[in-house]
């Protein structure tokens, strides 16, 4: 039996090329020829994902954290001349402790100085990856630097949500980012003030990244779906070409692992390509219908066992096990 270990990260516990790994050694455990294909959608790990694939090289720059702190970021120029920019590299969610999130204070600045710094290098064109960031300033600290885009720009965003309502940046996204319910009226209200987004507030993916995605198309950028992007780009559907059984998963399987994210797009493809597709997810919020699912032990200690100890078991048994 082939396989294809094509997961995603398990945000904040191992990243997408880890966990491929972890996978693939489970399934060759069990004399499994296994290949590993990691993915991403736009968010945490994007570029990792896309040098692995592409190669290409890293460049670097000093630019500001949402708090305004210097730090250094990379970003990544591939061998056809397109810049790989992530916005969590520069404003990331995850590089603040609990107790330094400030939705409504925290800026996007940092992730225009970045921006800047590649087109400086005079690329092709760019590629900005939208998710995991702690802003939700609609990128006004973004556009204080950046005016216009200089190449032709595509923005991968991990999620279709609009710019405000119920499904926007502020109500969705601010509770995990230490906003309270007064402080996400407040962004609510901020974004909505701003007259320049307005155009482009109801295009999928206008609220990713705290209305980034809206502030990168009022810049002239096409908005597209992450998960589409990348895995055209890895070649994923060719990777399942002669394989007998896919791998997919992410950290938390909840509805919106089929709204825009890696795993529910390759799901997508394997049942357009007739291969078999096995989900894991570290935790599972909510059980989709008629996929086979595998809950992982949801401690964070034991993902790396957990993922060679699914490789195996799906190896011994031919991929038919599923809760």
Not at 183 to 201: G, H, I, Q, W
Not at 209 to 214: I, V
Not at 286 to 306: F, I, K, M, N, T
Request: aromatic fraction near 4%; glycine fraction near 14%.
């Amino acid at each position: 039996m082939s396989a294809l270990a094509c997961p995603a990260s398990l945000k904040g516990v191992l990243g997408a090329v880890d966990a491929a790994r972890w996978l693939a050694t489970g399934l060759r455990a069990a004399g499994v020829e296994a290949r590993e294909c990691p993915l991403a959608d736009g968010g945490e790990d994007t570029a990792e994902v896309l040098s692995l694939a592409l190669g290409g090289h890293w460049l670097g720059a000093a630019v500001q954290d949402p708090l305004g702190r210097l730090v250094t970021a990379r970003y990544l120029m591939l061998p056809g001349g397109t810049a790989v920019v992530e916005s969590a590299e520069a404003i990331g969610l995850a590089a603040l402790g609990p107790d330094e999130l400030d939705p409504w204070e925290a800026s996007s600045r940092g992730l225009g100085e970045l921006v800047a710094d590649a087109l400086e290098h005079k690329p092709r064109s760019l590629l900005v990856c939208l998710g995991g960031v702690a802003t939700v300033d609609g990128g006004a600290g973004m556009r204080e630097v950046l005016e216009s885009l200089s190449v032709p720009t595509r923005v991968a965003c991990d999620v279709r949500n609009p710019l405000l309502g119920p499904r926007g940046a502020a109500q969705v996204y601010g509770p995990q980012k230490g906003a309270t319910a007064e402080v996400v009226e407040a962004l609510e209200t901020r974004l909505a003030s701003m007259d320049e987004l307005a155009p482009f507030a109801d295009l999928p993916g206008a609220g990713a990244a705290g209305g980034l995605g809206a502030a990168f198309a009022a810049l002239g950028a096409e908005l597209v779906s992450g998960a589409e992007l990348v895995l055209e780009l890895v070649g994923f559907r060719e990777r399942l070409r002669g394989v007998d059984l896919a791998v997919t998963g992410e950290g938390t399987v909840d509805r919106t692992t089929f709204e825009g994210k890696a795993p529910g797009e390759a799901l997508r493809i394997c049942r357009e390509e007739g291969v078999r597709c096995e989900l894991f997810g570290g935790v599972v919020a909510q059980a989709p219908v008629g996929v086979s699912l595998h809950e992982l032990s949801g401690d964070s200690a034991r993902a790396a066992a957990d993922l060679v100890e699914l490789g195996r078991s799906l190896g011994s048994d031919g991929g038919q096990a599923g809760a």
